[in-house]
């Protein structure tokens, strides 16, 4: 697999894990059959004439498992770095899922670099959110960061 196409995988991963954890959030469905409905359904499938990019799908199954095993610890990063009077119920449930994997990336995958792993999110927050969305992102996973890879 050739560099491009390794990193285009890893956008596609990074993107359903958002979507994987939100469908986890919202419907409470189990994460063994939350991966599996991805890895058959999804993951470079199409589905409503919208084709699904190929994910790497050790790296989703990381992310996945990864966020949700370690959700109080990434719910505290976050929510230390969240403004006075903010809190995770504040957040839009999407951004939330965003933040979660960033944090995780951020904290678990040293064989990422740090400026990939933001940039990253910061796309995926362009997919649902405005311009302002994004810089909120890239702000938030920037002084985790600091925290976590110093």
Known sequence: ????????????????????????????????RLLDEFHQHRLGREIEEAQYADAEVAFFDDLVKGVDARREEIDTRITERLATGWSLTRLDRTML???????????????????????EYVDVAHAFFEAREAKFVNGLLDAIAKDVRS
């Open 1 to 32: 697999m050739t560099q491009k196409a390794r990193s285009q995988s890893r956008s596609a991963a990074r993107l359903a894990a958002v979507q994987a954890l939100y469908q986890h959030d919202m419907e409470k469905t189990p994460i063994t």
């Open 97 to 119: 899922q965003i933040l979660r994997c960033g944090t995780y990336e951020l904290m678990a995958r040293a064989d990422v670099p740090t400026a990939s792993a933001i940039s």
